[in-house]
């Protein structure tokens, strides 16, 4: 699929955001003042922002508080939601903490819980899709959800938790993309069933349907180079894993743990970038793309 730059953006920033709302929550010590200001401030810039960055992807965003409507059928409407009730509950847990000093434990475990629900309604958007073989795998969800609570680790100084977390992302990121370069080719799906022509023989793309673009080819139709997306791949874990575990196990520092979040960050935009352009949607079979 074409990787907007809108939803790598969402996907990787209201993730990270959310993620260190929810450490900040189940933390049995939160932080008071302005300390906590601080944190709290960052999550919600990180998760309302990327939150936002979503409607820039609507072809009518001031349409967007129609997806609050749907929430029986739609999994970007439960997104929307869980969002909204989070970041609510989080709000009230975090004025508390800022100005009285005051931490109601039940009020940061409930908007901890809120946020990865968030998190894991954002994943379903696209592991319901059964056209994309490649997100339509159980484990598309616990990739979303290890990137959260790792870069909202390091977020939130778990360095230690953070580390291992972010370790395990990288392994899952690995799996994921070597078991899912199969997923389309295991699906079933060929250009004989884009076409309906299976019955008849085999079949090949003589002549686009076409002459000219449309939106499924624009939007749903992106082909990466193999050679390029195995450096890309390489690139994703070393920055996204290995160079903030080098950083982070020397000598603690408050230089090395801020560009430990840094090359955390581009790491998981790059790998958000391939989510997207690896996706293999199958109606480019019936263009005779994959």
Not at 76 to 103: H, N, P, T
């Amino acid at each position: 699929m074409h990787p907007a730059p809108s939803i790598i953006a969402f996907t990787t920033f209201s993730g990270l955001g959310l993620g260190l709302l929810f450490w900040l929550g189940i933390d049995p010590t939160a932080p008071t003042g302005w300390t906590a200001f601080a944190f709290f401030l960052i999550g919600y810039l990180l998760a309302v922002g990327g939150l936002m960055a979503s409607t820039f992807h609507l072809g009518r965003p001031e349409r967007a508080l129609k997806a609050f409507t749907q929430w029986r059928s739609s999994w970007l409407s439960r997104e929307a939601w869980a969002a909204v009730a989070g970041l609510s509950v989080m709000g009230i847990y975090a004025a508390l903490l800022v100005f009285f000093g005051v931490q109601i434990a039940v009020l940061g475990w409930l908007g901890a819980v809120l946020c990865l629900l968030t998190v894991f309604a954002t994943s379903m958007i696209y592991t319901q899709l059964r056209t994309v073989p490649r997100w339509h795998h159980w484990s598309t969800p616990g990739l979303f959800l290890l990137y959260a609570l790792g870069g909202g680790a390091l977020l939130s100084g778990r360095v230690s938790v953070g580390l291992v977390l972010i370790v395990f992302a990288a392994l899952a990121q690995a799996v994921w993309w070597l078991t899912g370069d199969r997923r389309l080719a295991d699906s079933g799906s060929t250009i004989e069933t884009a076409t309906g022509l299976g019955a008849i023989g085999k079949t090949r793309a003589f002549e686009p349907p076409h002459t000219g673009s449309n939106y499924l080819l624009r939007e749903m139709v992106f082909v990466v180079g193999r050679k390029h997306a195995r450096k890309l791949r390489l690139i994703a874990l070393g920055l996204m894993a290995v160079l903030p575990v080098l950083l982070l196990i020397l000598p603690f520092g408050h230089w090395l743990a801020l560009f430990a979040v840094l090359f955390h960050v581009a790491g998981v935009l790059v790998s958000r970038w391939l989510f997207f352009a690896e996706a293999e949607h199958v109606v480019g079979l019936y263009y005779g793309k994959r």
